[in-house]
Every structure is written in structure tokens, then in C-alpha cells.
């Protein structure tokens, strides 16, 4: 087998080699030498090629599908159709690059000394001078760089043979021996340092260290027969526990002589190789893809967008069908940008079939009500259920609105269908009101209902394509068509706020059924709507909604790119759009949004009873 792909890389061809059970890798890598960015398929086919990567010695694939990746002297972003939509040029080499969660680009600058946060537009928001302006600390003086969580910076020194951890300010805090030269750094979820070093004195290896600088774990050539150590550069701890290495050739044209990526298991096995032969000669970087691949299709927002982020509101957030996450369908609480409180379930039900979290509210003592299909509950602060309703076989609860004084409203999906008042203190249906409805489906029947203040039931019957209100008899007041509808909110000018499901759109209608106001795709320009679920009208005029996205965006591998929360002004300006689909704030799709900042007002109609 060695002898076979030995003689593959000579050749020139691409080769990816399992050697144990049936591993496989998806990825992207950086060829320094010839400046190029490849992505590779599973097969360990060249998918895609970026050949404007000069020096290219670290690079990122981005939520969006974009690739972030430096130039020697620069910093891009470029979109899988190569365009660059970000540009930062320097005198100084760089080679490290990273895009932070608040949407800047943190650059390591090599020979100026310098690191640096540069937002969307190309201006430097922040500067830390390692060495005195005007100093040039030369090729060697810095490789990867990383800002961390605790929003630290740690450096692999590569002419220095150390790696440091410097604070916000730039102050050095810690200092790790890292002879040989170190390319790349990694600081792991269980607080230990992966480096890997290059070839210089007790070079070529990958090391793992612990708080206390105690080297934990180690590889070197000698440790792996059959492989050859040369220039270990960019690297990845995978979720499995196995390490991902860049076995760069550059030095002594070494193309095609051994291995360019390895990876090898905690007890030093090696379980995967990849041969670039002469078609891609050194790898300094790779990112791998095998969880997060994106398709080639076009991102579906632009990469900034409107608004302040996660800090743009406190909300109470929901999604349904992640499968991403089949443990853990969701609900968060995001307040001053961050999650702060989250609860989840599996998306397989206990008493079959799956389930799916598809209304919210918070409580004024701080618990949450939810709807998750195979029924409702309510939620403490410290995760614990305080009221539960499992839903007979064969039903399902798509909705549940807190009414106050222990009452809880919920529709149940069913034949026959109907909307029930509990009193969650005793556990007792105090009223059960049927809705007739013509479609047998039962998944398809209702979802978003909501008490008036008046005390009446606002049902929009999504299968039906339709709201009607009824009172507590159920009898029917009023009604409006509405196609695939999801959502209707009666709104304090006596207007109904009505969201359009798979139909795309948000809309407020007056007591004559007229359209006084819709917002749908043609208002979004280059944001994607998808489905739109939870809405909600704002004291300023403004309108918030949810855009879920599994429907339309089939592969979730797509999903990354879509927007999940949109605010729009009266006059249809976006003024806040929301993407967060990586952690510590992975939302996932968005179905039903509370914003904590508004009036608590029409949705809790405690005096509605």
C-alpha cells in the first residue's frame, strides 16, 4: 500500500488513503508554494480551486461558505464563486487570519509585531503592538494566532520557539517552550494547548500541553512507522479525539515524498493519510469539512448585515426540526449578546414520533412555557418541569400562551381538534373550546393561536388558509383569508398581524379584511426569505419575525448562510437582521421569537379570562 501511493504522489495524483474502518475526510487546505486554496471531496477529489492565495498559511470556511483565508500580505474573504468581498492589505507578511463572532477580522501581522481587529469595511477597531513601531521583527517573528474566548490572544512565536498568551491590553501571561519552531496553536475545550512545531532543533511534532505547561500528549516521527515527519504546520483536534496534522514539503522540495495531511488517534495509531502529489505540493492549513460542509450554492444573505447582532435585543428564542442536533432541540435566552439560559429535549418523543419546540413565552417569575408537538410544559430557571402535558397518541400541540393566574392555553392539533384552558396549579382543562376544521391531516391543522385581550381565540388554520376568531363557545366572529398562515397576533389598533408561513409573507389586516400593510420577498433584496413563523409588532412600529429555513434550504449544510430573525420599519427598511449558527450562540432555525425589551402588553392577556 505504502509503495502504491508513494509511487501516486510521484505521478501527480491526489490520493486519499483510509487505513482503518472507513474514514474519511471532506476538507479545505492551503498550498503556501504555489498559492493556492483547494477544497477536496470525500473521494479526495479537487472540488474547487482559489488560485489568488499567495503564502496562503491559514484559512477558514466560513458559516456563510465563504473562505477567509491571508496573502502574504493580506487578508480576503472569497465567495465560492471568487469574488472578494473583503480585502486588508499590510506592508507587513501575515500569517494568521480569523473572523470573530462580532463580524471583524482579527489579523496577526508577522514582521510589523502588530494584532489587530478590522471590521467589515477594512478599518482597524483595535491594535496591540507586540514590538515598538517601526520595528521589523522579520519573517520568522510570528505564524498562527488566535484570539480566544476569554478574549486573550495566544501566538505561535515561530523564530522565538515559544507560544504566548498575551490579555486584552497585549500583556504576556503565559509563555510556553515550544523548540523547533511552532506553526500552529490551538487552545482545546478542555483548556490544554495543542501545538504543533516545525522543523527546526527537537522540531517536527505535534505536542499537547496542560495549564501547567506539562506536556500531556506528544507525536513524533518516530511514533508512526511508515511516516515521515517534516514540517508540521496548521492542525485540528477532531471531535472524535484524533488530531488532523499538515505535514508541509516545502523545505528541500520534498513534493510528493510522504504524506501532506495525517491523522492519528490519541494512542498514536495512524488512521487516515492524504497525498496532494504534484497537483498540490505543500499544505500549510486545512480546515476540515466532514461536519460542516457547505454546498456551492450562493450564500443566501450577504455577509454583513443590518442591525447590532445578538446585541440588538434580549430574547426568548425557539426552533423547530434541528436535525442538526437530534439531542437537542432548543430554546434560548440571549440577553447583552450572549445565551445565557438554555433548555433542550430530543427530537425523539417519549411516546413515539418526534418532537419539535414551536411556541414560547416567558413568565413573569422567570419560567417559560413552551409547546414541543407531543405536548406543553413549563420550565424553571434551573431547568426543572413544573407543569407537563403529554398529548394523547395521535394529537399534537403546536401552541401554548400563558394567561396568567396559573392559566395555560394550548391548541390541540386532533380529530376532533380542539383548544384547551388548563389550570397548571391543580392540572385541570377548565375549558375546552372544539374548532371545527375540514382538514384531517393533523399536523397540518393549526398553529400560533392566541387570546385577545378581549377574551377571544384567534386561530389561524393553517390548512385551511384562513384565521378566524372565535369566542369562548366556539362560535365564530370574525374571519380573514389568509394563504398557509401560521401566526395571527391582534395588534392594539385592532389590526391582526398574520405571518405566511411557506407563502412568505407578513401581513396586517383591518377589521375589513383589507391589507394595510405586507412585507414578502420583493421588500428583502438579497436576504432569503423561507418560511415565516413567529411575528410580533413592536411599540416603535416595527415588525419582528422569524424566518425558518429547513423547508426551503434542504441541505442543512445550507443552513448557515440564511437569516433567521429580521426586523423591518414601517416604510419596509431592514434594520436588523440576525445569523447565528455557530456557538456559543448556535440558534438554529428560528420558529418563535419574544423580545424581552418590548412592554409586556396583548400577548399575555392575564385579565382576558
Not at 495549564?211 to 516521527?221: A, K
Not at 400562551?401 to 383548544?419: E, F, H, K, W
Amino acid at each position: 500500500m505504502t509503495v502504491k501511493l508513494l509511487l501516486a504522489g510521484w505521478l501527480g495524483l491526489v490520493v486519499a488513503a483510509p487505513l482503518s474502518g472507513q474514514v474519511e475526510h471532506s476538507f479545505a487546505c492551503a498550498d503556501y508554494t504555489q498559492g493556492k486554496v483547494f477544497i477536496i471531496s470525500r473521494a479526495g477529489k479537487i472540488e474547487w480551486q482559489y488560485d489568488g492565495a499567495t503564502n496562503c498559511n491559514d484559512l477558514w470556511v466560513l458559516p456563510n461558505g465563504n473562505l477567509l483565508l491571508n496573502t502574504g500580505h493580506g487578508v480576503k474573504e472569497v465567495t465560492r464563486e471568487k469574488k472578494v468581498v473583503f480585502d486588508y492589505e499590510s506592508a507587513s507578511e501575515i500569517y494568521a487570519c480569523q473572523r470573530l463572532a462580532d463580524g471583524n477580522t482579527f489579523i496577526g501581522e508577522c514582521s510589523a509585531g502588530r494584532l489587530l481587529e478590522v471590521n467589515p469595511t477594512g478599518q482597524i477597531v483595535k491594535e496591540i503592538r507586540l514590538l515598538p513601531a517601526g520595528t521589523n521583527g522579520g519573517h520568522a517573528f510570528m505564524r498562527n494566532a488566535r484570539k480566544l474566548g476569554n478574549r486573550n490572544y495566544l501566538v505561535a512565536h515561530y523564530g522565538l520557539n515559544v507560544v504566548r498568551e498575551y490579555n486584552s491590553a497585549g500583556k504576556l501571561i503565559r509563555e510556553i517552550p515550544a523548540a523547533g519552531g511552532p506553526h500552529s496553536v490551538v487552545r482545546l475545550p478542555n483548556g490544554n494547548t495543542l501545538i504543533s512545531c516545525a522543523d527546526g532543533q527537537d522540531g517536527s511534532r505535534v505536542f499537547e500541553v496542560d495549564t501547567n505547561n506539562q506536556t500531556v500528549w506528544q507525536v513524533r516521527g518516530d511514533d508512526l512507522p511508515g511516516v515521515s515527519l517534516r514540517f508540521m504546520a496548521g492542525l485540528e483536534r477532531l471531535p472524535n479525539g484524533n488530531t488532523l496534522m499538515a505535514n508541509w514539503l516545502g523545505h528541500h522540495n520534498q513534493f510528493g515524498q510522504t504524506a501532506d495531511l495525517i491523522e492519528v488517534t490519541p494512542d498514536k495509531k495512524v488512521v487516515w493519510k492524504f497525498y496532494g502529489g504534484r497537483q498540490i505540493k505543500t499544505i500549510s492549513s486545512v480546515f476540515v469539512l466532514d461536519d460542516n460542509i457547505f454546498s456551492t450554492h450562493a450564500p443566501y444573505a450577504p455577509t454583513v448585515l443590518p442591525g447590532n447582532g445578538l446585541t440588538q435585543h434580549p430574547f426568548l428564542y425557539c426552533g423547530e426540526w434541528d436535525t442538526r442536533k437530534p439531542e437537542a432541540q432548543s430554546i434560548f435566552i440571549v440577553r447583552d449578546g450572549k445565551v445565557v439560559w438554555n433548555y433542550t429535549i430530543p427530537i425523539k418523543a417519549a411516546r413515539g414520533g418526534i418532537q419539535e419546540f414551536d411556541d414560547v413565552g416567558l413568565l413573569p417569575n422567570g419560567n417559560v412555557v413552551f409547546s414541543r408537538m407531543s405536548g406543553a410544559g413549563i420550565v424553571s430557571p434551573d431547568k426543572k418541569l413544573v407543569w407537563n402535558y403529554d398529548a394523547p397518541v395521535g394529537t399534537e400541540v403546536h401552541s401554548a400562551q400563558y394567561l396568567g393566574s396559573d392559566r395555560v392555553l394550548i391548541m390541540r392539533n386532533g380529530n376532533p381538534a380542539q383548544a384547551m384552558i388548563f389550570n397548571v396549579a391543580s392540572n385541570i382543562v377548565e375549558r375546552a373550546i372544539p374548532i371545527p376544521t375540514t382538514v384531517t391531516n393533523t399536523h397540518a391543522q393549526f398553529r400560533h393561536i392566541r387570546m385577545t385581550l378581549a377574551g377571544t381565540l384567534l386561530v389561524p388554520h393553517m390548512g385551511e388558509g384562513k384565521v378566524v376568531e372565535y369566542d369562548l363557545s366556539g362560535k365564530e366572529i370574525w374571519s380573514v383569508q389568509a394563504p398557509s398562515v401560521w401566526a395571527a397576533v391582534r395588534l392594539p389598533n385592532g389590526n391582526t398581524l398574520l405571518s405566511g408561513n411557506a407563502k412568505g409573507y407578513v401581513r396586517e389586516v383591518n377589521p375589513a379584511c383589507e391589507t394595510v400593510w405586507e412585507f414578502t420577498q420583493k421588500d428583502a433584496a438579497d436576504i432569503k426569505l423561507f418560511t415565516i413563523q413567529g411575528a410580533e409588532r413592536l411599540a416603535n412600529g416595527n415588525t419582528v419575525f422569524c424566518n425558518w429555513c429547513p423547508n426551503g434550504a434542504k441541505n442543512k449544510f445550507d443552513w448557515p448562510t440564511t437569516v433567521q430573525l429580521l426586523e423591518v420599519t414601517p416604510e419596509r427598511k431592514i434594520v436588523w437582521a440576525l445569523r447565528s449558527w455557530q456557538d456559543p450562540a448556535d440558534l438554529g432555525p428560528a420558529t418563535m421569537i419574544q423580545l424581552l425589551d418590548k412592554p409586556d402588553s396583548f400577548e399575555h392577556p392575564s385579565q382576558a379570562r
